[in-house]
């Protein structure tokens, strides 16, 4: 007989009845321990606290009747068995996933993502997926392309701010005409490191879902789930930056000029820009980044992820994926991902 552990005071106790093949498993989890670990697995956890959270009102509403239950639970179908929502034969349109990816350190980028899946057997299916990235810069990106050549350590600040004119914090004083004068020994050095920005990405995905089964939130409300994997190929669009040593004016980016201390505006060779040059925005920042290359690469995805089953057709879907594009300068440019969506089963 299964005996149920009574919850701890202030603690949620979630009892997961998971069945694998045909091994019954019976799982007790007490939530709410503090635990340090990484925000892709805080995220995780979170995930799924926010379904258990979000659906127990909606199955509490809508929970299957008696007889309903019996049948789904003790049919002799092998297909079907104690399964509320096959999927054998059944198409499944993840109508919108919003997501984010995570180890990027110049770009921030949100993600949209829809797919179209059908399954040929109760685990097995396949799937054809589109994605697209929204990007804009990180101020750590910001930074570096207006990063600052002070040998002799005359600047406040190491690059200028966003939205700071970047001449400013290099500017020592102005001529009578209004010319400015910058300190001495410092000029605007600009680095420009190879930066992908991600666009749209197509592929096509089996998906295996080997373990489904149920949740009880406070022991009062079932909640219906399937644990599924994802390993696919396809094409990734997108925009490179390559790496940029020397800026538009011909000056090297980065560096001290010989023999000069003290003098790196007014001795050639100069490394980087000087706030006198009248383009001095137009080889720093944005406007001096080099030109984007548009490219279209081989990619392998694999992923992770839950589904949450309500009103017998719909379904909360949490993922966590890997976008790893095959061939690139790097060799290899791998991107994780996570994102949260609704989907439908037809």
Known sequence: MHKTIPAKSSYLLLHNHI???????????YGGTALRTKPIFLLALATNFLFVSLTATLTAQSAPPAKRTKKATEDDDEVVRNKLYPKISKFEIGVLDLGYIFNQSFVESFIAHTNANYYFREDWGISIE???SMNSDKPERTCIENFYNDYEGRVSQPCALPGQDPTIPITESYDTDGTPIAYRGASGG???????????????????????????LLQSNTLYLDLFFTFGAGITNSE??????????????????????????????LPGVCPEDPNFASYVGVNGRPAAQSESTPTLTMGIGQKIHFWNSMHLKTEIRSYTLVGTDAGIDPFLMAWLGIGVRL
């Open 240 to 269: 490179y930056y390559p790496m940029q040593k020397e800026l538009a004016n011909g000056n090297v980016s980065r560096g001290r000029p010989p023999n000069q201390i003290g003098q790196v505006c007014t001795a050639p060779p």
């Open 190 to 216: 600009p680095a420009y490191i190879p930066i992908r920005e991600l666009g749209t990405m197509l592929n096509i995905a089996a998906v295996w879902t080997p373990v489904y089964g149920k949740q009880l």
């Open 130 to 132: 589109a994605a697209m």
């Open 19 to 29: 069945r694998m093949k045909h091994i019954p498993i019976h799982i007790h989890t």
